[in-house]
C-alpha cells in the first residue's frame, strides 16, 4: 500500500509518564457496576498498557485500534484471538475519556490496572482524570517523543445515508474540524475547529460531558447500556431542555464532548498524531475505523525502532512489571 504516514521522532520533544500511582473509583457509565484503576508509571516505547488485573490470569490488553472490540456508544478493547472475529478476551468498556486525558496530559506511556469491565465514568468527561495527572506530577523520561504524521489525505466514509465522514490530511499541529447534526432545538447542529494541544486541551476540551437523550433512555437501558448514567454524569437532555441543574460548561458543550471522544480514540493510533483531521458526524465506529486505516498506511522507517518495540510488547507478555519506571 501507498506510504500515506510515517512514524517519527521528534527530537524537540519528550515523551513522559505519570510520576506517581493514580487511583480512581466510581460506577461504568454503560454498565452500572462499581469498577477501579491504579495508573501507574511506565517506561519509554511502552506505550499505554491496560490490565485486568480482576481476572485470572491477568489480562493485558494494549491500547491500539486493533483491540478495539465494541463502538456501541462507547469504545471498548479487548485481547483479540486469532481466528475468532470480534470476540475478545477481557474487554475494557469507554476507554475513550481516559486516553483523551493521557493524550492532552502528554502521557505517552502508562500501565493501567483495571478491576472491572469498563473504566469509571467519574464526572463523565476527561476533566478528573486530566486534573489528577497534573496535580500528581508527570514525568519526563529519556526518550524522544514519537508522532505519526500524516504524509498524504487518508479518508472513509460512512456506507449508510449518515453522511459521515472523517479525513486527515498534512499538517505540522494536531488540529480538528468538527461538523454534528442532531434533532434537538439545545444540540442542533454545529462546527468545531481548533489547533490542540496539551496547552489549551484543558480549558477547551476537556470538561465536556458526554450527553444522552431522555426519551432514549429506557431503549438503552433494554439494551444493557446507560445502566450507569446519571445526572451526575452525564448531560441529559428532554425535548427542549438540560435537565442538569448546573447547566453548560460551554455553550457548545455537546460538540466539544465529540472532539474530546475523537481525540481518545486516535489516540488508540498508538501515538500521537500530526495532521488536520475533517469529521462529519462521526461517532467511535468511524473514529475506530480511521485509526485502523492509518495503521495500515503507517511506514516505520527506522527498522530498530522496530524491533525495540517489539521486545516491550513482549515484556509485557511475560509481566506487566516490566513496564515500570
Same mark, same amino acid.
Given at each position: 500500500?501507498?506510504?500515506?504516514?510515517?512514524?517519527?521522532?521528534?527530537?524537540?520533544?519528550?515523551?513522559?509518564?505519570?510520576?506517581?500511582?493514580?487511583? +480512581?473509583?466510581?460506577?461504568?457509565? *454503560?454498565?452500572?457496576?462499581?469498577?477501579?484503576?491504579?495508573?501507574?508509571?511506565?517506561?519509554?516505547?511502552?506505550?499505554?498498557?491496560?490490565?485486568?488485573?480482576?481476572?485470572?490470569?491477568?489480562?493485558?490488553?494494549?491500547?491500539?485500534?486493533?483491540?478495539?472490540?465494541?463502538?456501541?456508544?462507547?469504545?471498548?478493547?479487548?485481547?483479540?484471538?486469532?481466528?475468532?472475529?470480534?470476540?475478545?478476551?477481557?474487554?475494557?468498556?469507554?476507554?475513550? *475519556?481516559?486516553?483523551?486525558? =493521557?493524550?492532552?496530559?502528554?502521557?505517552?506511556?502508562?500501565?493501567?490496572?483495571?478491576?472491572?469491565?469498563?473504566?469509571?465514568?467519574?464526572?463523565?468527561?476527561?476533566?478528573?482524570?486530566?486534573?489528577? +495527572?497534573?496535580?500528581?506530577?508527570?514525568?519526563?523520561?529519556?526518550?524522544?517523543?514519537?508522532?505519526?504524521?500524516?504524509?498524504?489525505?487518508?479518508?472513509?466514509?460512512?456506507?449508510?445515508?449518515?453522511?459521515?465522514?472523517?479525513?486527515?490530511?498534512?499538517?505540522?499541529?494536531?488540529?480538528?474540524?468538527?461538523?454534528?447534526?442532531?434533532? *434537538?432545538?439545545?444540540?442542533?447542529?454545529?462546527?468545531?475547529?481548533?489547533?490542540?494541544?496539551?496547552?489549551?486541551?484543558?480549558?477547551?476540551?476537556?470538561?465536556?460531558?458526554?450527553?444522552?437523550?431522555?426519551?432514549?433512555?429506557?431503549?438503552?437501558?433494554?439494551?444493557?447500556?446507560?445502566?450507569?448514567?446519571?445526572?451526575?454524569?452525564?448531560?441529559?437532555?428532554?425535548?427542549?431542555?438540560?435537565?442538569?441543574?448546573?447547566?453548560?460548561?460551554?455553550?457548545?458543550?455537546?460538540?466539544?464532548?465529540?472532539?474530546?471522544?475523537?481525540?481518545?480514540?486516535?489516540?488508540?493510533?498508538?501515538?500521537?498524531?500530526?495532521?488536520?483531521? =475533517?469529521?462529519?458526524?462521526?461517532? *467511535?465506529?468511524?473514529?475506530?475505523?480511521?485509526?485502523?486505516?492509518?495503521?495500515?498506511?503507517?511506514?516505520?522507517?527506522?527498522?530498530?525502532?522496530?524491533?525495540?518495540?517489539?521486545?516491550?510488547?513482549?515484556?509485557?507478555?511475560?509481566?506487566?512489571?516490566?513496564?515500570?519506571?
Amino acid at each position: 500500500m501507498e506510504n500515506y504516514a510515517i512514524l517519527k521522532e521528534d527530537k524537540s520533544e519528550i515523551q513522559s509518564t505519570v510520576s506517581n500511582i493514580l487511583y +480512581f473509583k466510581g460506577i461504568g457509565l *454503560h454498565t452500572g457496576k462499581e469498577s477501579q484503576i491504579i495508573i501507574k508509571p511506565a517506561k519509554a516505547d511502552s506505550g499505554i498498557t491496560f490490565v485486568r488485573k480482576d481476572l485470572n490470569p491477568n489480562v493485558i490488553i494494549k491500547a491500539k485500534a486493533d483491540n478495539v472490540c465494541s463502538t456501541m456508544l462507547r469504545t471498548s478493547i479487548g485481547l483479540k484471538k486469532e481466528g475468532s472475529g470480534k470476540e475478545a478476551a477481557g474487554c475494557i468498556s469507554t476507554v475513550e *475519556h481516559l486516553m483523551s486525558a =493521557l493524550w492532552g496530559a502528554g502521557i505517552d506511556n502508562a500501565l493501567i490496572e483495571v478491576y472491572g469491565c469498563e473504566i469509571p465514568a467519574m464526572d463523565g468527561s476527561a476533566r478528573v482524570f486530566y486534573e489528577s +495527572f497534573y496535580e500528581s506530577g508527570i514525568k519526563e523520561l529519556n526518550a524522544k517523543r514519537k508522532y505519526i504524521e500524516i504524509l498524504k489525505p487518508i479518508s472513509i466514509e460512512s456506507e449508510d445515508k449518515t453522511g459521515a465522514s472523517i479525513a486527515l490530511y498534512p499538517s505540522d499541529d494536531f488540529e480538528i474540524s468538527y461538523d454534528m447534526d442532531f434533532n *434537538h432545538p439545545l444540540v442542533q447542529s454545529g462546527s468545531f475547529d481548533m489547533k490542540i494541544d496539551g496547552f489549551n486541551f484543558y480549558g477547551e476540551i476537556s470538561k465536556a460531558r458526554t450527553f444522552g437523550f431522555l426519551k432514549d433512555v429506557e431503549y438503552l437501558k433494554k439494551s444493557g447500556l446507560a445502566l450507569g448514567g446519571s445526572l451526575d454524569n452525564a448531560l441529559v437532555l428532554d425535548e427542549t431542555s438540560v435537565l442538569n441543574k448546573d447547566g453548560l460548561r460551554y455553550k457548545d458543550e455537546f460538540i466539544r464532548h465529540k472532539v474530546l471522544d475523537l481525540i481518545g480514540d486516535l489516540y488508540l493510533a498508538g501515538y500521537r498524531i500530526k495532521g488536520r483531521v =475533517l469529521a462529519k458526524k462521526t461517532g *467511535h465506529d468511524m473514529n475506530s475505523k480511521i485509526v485502523k486505516k492509518i495503521g495500515e498506511c503507517l511506514i516505520t522507517p527506522n527498522a530498530q525502532l522496530g524491533k525495540k518495540e517489539e521486545a516491550n510488547f513482549i515484556a509485557v507478555g511475560k509481566t506487566a512489571a516490566t513496564l515500570f519506571a
